[in-house]
């Protein structure tokens, strides 16, 4: 069975860092796209970043560059995301999601983890 | 930026019902777009990729059309299990971008 599993969200203050872990298991993770995905209280998906199989290239949400980064480690089938000078917007349910080896649609998900700025 | 605009925000249909979905682009995305399924407290599932593809497992009663800028997601008979909010995706160009979602209620 394919699985992605998060970790690391939590409440943290304005300004703050925090970063977000996802566990590929069931599948070849040094063979396919991955990404985090976004959802604000009550409110739609938003793409945050993607990473190529080898990490050799990067795609952010411009409103994101700069403040986070994705990684991953493809001997531990992890994905990362780095959020630094966190804001009350970056409040959100955060999803780990596979693409595909060759585009980038999304399946299977994780169960997400939540990230709660506030003061 | 594509930005993706759906339509209806809410369609409440009884059970047997059939629900048309509308995905508007702001420009071409050729081929590119993917329907999204999610249920209350869950995370999305893939239901279509490519316009008209159905992802692994998924009910033949879903069913993608369209090209271009317009595209249209259809599920033929309603069961209860599709109340649900669905949302188009595209990958035609980067950002990859997001509709705001259709809420598909089950009367």
């Known amino acids: 069975e394919v699985r992605l599993v998060e970790s690391g969200g939590g409440l943290v203050q304005p300004g703050e860092s925090l970063r977000l872990s996802c566990e590929g298991s069931?599948?070849?993770?040094?063979?396919?796209?991955m990404a985090w995905v976004r959802q604000a209280p009550g409110k739609g998906l938003v793409w945050v970043a993607s990473?190529?199989?080898?990490?050799?290239?990067?795609y952010y949400l411009d409103s994101m560059k700069g403040r986070f980064t994705i990684s991953r480690d493809n001997a531990k089938s992890s994905l990362f995301l780095q959020m630094n000078s966190l804001t009350a917007d970056d409040t959100a349910v955060y999803y780990c999601?596979?693409?595909?080896?060759?585009?980038?649609?999304?399946?299977?998900w994780g169960q997400g983890t939540l990230v709660t700025v506030s003061s | 930026e594509i930005v993706l605009t759906q339509s209806p925000a809410t369609l409440s249909l009884s059970p047997g019902g059939r629900a048309t979905l509308s995905c508007r682009a702001s420009?071409?995305?050729?081929?590119?777009l993917a329907w999204y399924q999610q249920r209350p407290g869950q995370a999305p599932r893939l239901l279509i990729y490519?316009?008209?593809n159905r992802a692994t497992g998924i009910p033949a009663r879903f069913s993608g059309s369209g090209s271009g800028t317009d595209f249209t997601l259809t599920i033929s008979s309603l069961e209860p299990e599709d109340s649900a909010v669905y949302y188009c995706?595209?990958?035609?160009?980067?950002?990859?971008?997001f509709g705001g979602g259709t809420k598909v209620e089950i009367k």
């Open positions: 069931g599948f070849t993770f040094s063979s396919y796209w």
């Open positions: 420009q071409s995305v050729i081929t590119y």
């Open positions: 990473i190529k199989q080898d990490g050799s290239d990067k």
């Open positions: 999601a596979r693409g595909s080896p060759k585009t980038n649609w999304f399946d299977p």
């Open positions: 490519d316009t008209s």
């Open positions: 995706q595209q990958r035609s160009n980067w950002p990859l971008t």
